[in-house]
């Protein structure tokens, strides 16, 4: 997850003609939101909602918090904790791996009722159902690539993830040194633990090969991108088109 101005800086990259954008802060989440008309309440609410059940699961159950393993949850655990959980043990990370992408999937599809256009950013990591092509940037600090190249995603493809994870950006936990590891899924809280795991493995240029086989092995990923300085590795179904 990008640092704040980092963060700010990856949201100008996302391109959203004929969209109403707003943002919307509840304690830590910071979601910038698009859609065909101003849902700021509506999100908040639904952000509100979410964060209540995340927080109250984590009081019950401090280890879902910390542990950087998949962890066994309650049978009877709310939606956004059952995807998470899930999402950790398909990736073989920590279930709050995947946290921003689950909250960002959460809050919208609640709001896919309300508009027929919907992007939802939280930290880098991001659901959209959208109507006509869009084209997502990609940031990847110092890489030549960073904010030179996008991906651009059809109507048909979406409701869809796309998440990204680095080690050399921002200050979420990564074990890795990849500039930008971006995966698309169906499911964004998996695309979201995906890429952190894939980046836990891109040490160097040389292990970019090793975080390709790892998403070859991860079902339910449609497109994996890996760049490290001025490399860049691709797998699945992704189409990368200049800005």
Not at 7 to 30: P, Q
Not at 149 to 154: D, L, T
């Amino acid at each position: 997850m990008p640092n704040m101005k980092e963060e700010h800086k990856y949201r100008k990259l996302i391109s959203a003609k004929g969209l109403v954008r707003s943002v919307i802060i509840e304690k830590e989440t910071d979601i910038l939101l698009l859609a065909d008309r101003s849902l700021t309440q509506l999100a908040h609410k639904s952000l509100q909602k979410v964060r209540t059940q995340l927080e109250e699961y984590i009081k019950k159950d401090p280890k879902f918090e910390t542990t950087f393993s998949p962890h066994r949850i309650s049978l009877f655990s709310p939606p956004i904790i059952r995807k998470m959980a899930k999402a950790a043990k398909r990736t073989k990370v920590g279930p709050m791996a995947a946290v921003a992408g689950a909250i960002a999937e959460e809050v919208g599809l609640e709001l896919t009722k309300y508009s027929g256009e919907v992007i939802v950013e939280n930290g880098g990591d991001i659901f959209l159902k959208i109507k006509k092509p869009r084209k997502i940037g990609i940031y990847a600090g110092k890489s030549p690539f960073s904010e030179n190249i996008a991906i651009e995603i059809k109507p048909e493809e979406t409701p869809l993830g796309i998440c990204t994870s680095s080690g050399t950006v921002g200050h979420s936990v990564s074990f890795g040194a990849a500039d930008a590891v971006v995966v698309t899924s169906k499911s964004t809280a998996l695309a979201d633990a995906a890429a952190t795991a894939i980046g836990n493995v891109v040490k160097d240029i040389k292990t970019i090969q090793d975080g390709l086989d790892l998403a070859k092995s991860i079902k339910g990923l449609y497109g994996v991108l890996i760049i490290k300085g001025n490399n860049i590795g691709a797998y699945g179904n992704l189409e990368i088109v200049p800005i």
